[in-house]
């Protein structure tokens, strides 16, 4: 079970306000909520159980067919991607000098009109510590697409994920964060 962290960008939260983007989200996180986190290869795992539990749900799998001619025909693939009503969700659990270019589709299928809104999840650095070094977090995600505000357009929520069972910070984790 995971629980999750949100922060908006560029008005996200007023465009996930309308109910037909609003139930895609919230389809979303009950798909998060129920992720669990298992102790062997706990990225995989995850990042599988999500893959398949959105898919059952209808979701496009964009690491498989991105749905775009441009990017299809040259084979570009992008795992943790998916689409559903205009909504793109982008899984970040990968070392942060790489979750940029998952922020750059999402704001290639927005200027290609393909979608309206966009939903970034990572984990929180604590998560992402835990996990392994060097994972992008949701501080760090949230932190610097304020200061992209100017080239990065898509409305973006970003969601921070971390197990609901975390045990709480100690002091010396609390100074650390």
Not at 7 to 33: G, N, P, W
Not at 86 to 100: A, G, L, P
Not at 132 to 152: D, G, H, M, P
Request: proline letters at 4%; glycine letters at 4%.
């Amino acid at each position: 079970m995971l629980d999750l962290s949100q922060s908006s960008y560029q008005s996200a939260k007023l465009i996930f306000e309308r109910r037909e983007v609003r139930t895609v989200k919230d389809e979303l996180c009950e798909v998060l909520r129920k992720t669990t986190v298992p102790s062997d290869d706990p990225v995989h795992s995850m990042l599988r159980e999500i893959g398949v539990a959105l898919t059952c749900k209808g979701w496009a799998d964009l690491g498989r067919r991105s749905g775009d001619e441009v990017l299809d025909r040259f084979g570009i693939r992008m795992p943790g991607q998916f689409r559903k009503d205009r909504v793109q969700v982008d899984i970040e659990f990968v070392v942060e000098k790489d979750w940029r270019s998952g922020i750059f589709c999402l704001q290639y299928f927005f200027s290609q009109r393909t979608v309206d809104a966009c939903i970034v999840v990572v984990p929180t650095k604590r998560f992402a510590t835990a996990l392994q070094r060097n994972i992008a977090c949701y501080e760090l995600v949230s932190t610097e697409l304020r200061w992209a505000r100017r080239f990065i357009t898509a409305p973006i929520l970003v969601f921070g994920v971390e197990p609901a069972d975390q045990e709480p910070l100690s002091a010396s984790e609390e100074r650390a964060a």
